[in-house]
């Protein structure tokens, strides 16, 4: 038997290679609305939310000018960025819509809500919010169940209103 991680481990900032680092940071800044924290020339920069030092790191040391991965290779799938609520899950997507920005998708997982779109270099991303435990799906034995339900959009968006 193997010994687990400890359980208040979490993963910290995501690190990404980009084309050009003008453009990234005007959709992480703009679209979702992070924050500039540093600046590392024309080569890279580092986005928070509420003052953090990195939530996100962009660079292009590797790939100025370059193209998106190929599809069927290996690589990152999607990041996932939590959000501490519906109401700001609600105004994040209000924000990716008002920039025409496109959805790949929106998915109620039960123990989630989430919303699918790729970044300009073709990065996935996941914006989510989390349910309370306590109202987790369930089987018969007591055991949490996930699912990929049809998100409630309209129901979703309401929430900007209150």
Do not use: C
Request: glycine letters at 12%.
């Amino acid at each position: 038997m193997h010994e687990s991680i400890h359980p208040q481990t979490t993963i910290g900032h995501v690190h990404l290679k980009v084309a050009d680092l003008e453009r990234a940071v005007r959709f992480y800044t703009e679209v979702l609305g992070f924050e500039v924290m540093l600046r590392l020339g024309s080569s890279a920069a580092f986005l928070s939310a509420g003052g953090y030092h990195h939530h996100i790191g962009l660079n292009t040391w590797e790939s100025a000018g370059g193209p998106p991965p190929a599809p069927g290779t290996t690589g990152l799938y999607h990041f996932a960025i939590l959000l501490p609520s519906r109401k700001e899950l609600a105004r994040t997507l209000q924000r990716l819509l008002a920039h025409n920005w496109p959805i790949d998708g929106a998915s109620d997982h039960g123990v989630s809500e989430a919303i699918y779109f790729r970044d300009p270099d073709g990065n996935g991303i996941e914006i989510y919010r989390d349910r309370p435990r306590e109202e987790w799906p369930t089987d018969d034995q007591g055991q949490f169940t996930m699912g990929n339900h049809p998100l409630d959009v309209a129901g979703l968006m309401g929430e900007v209103a209150k």
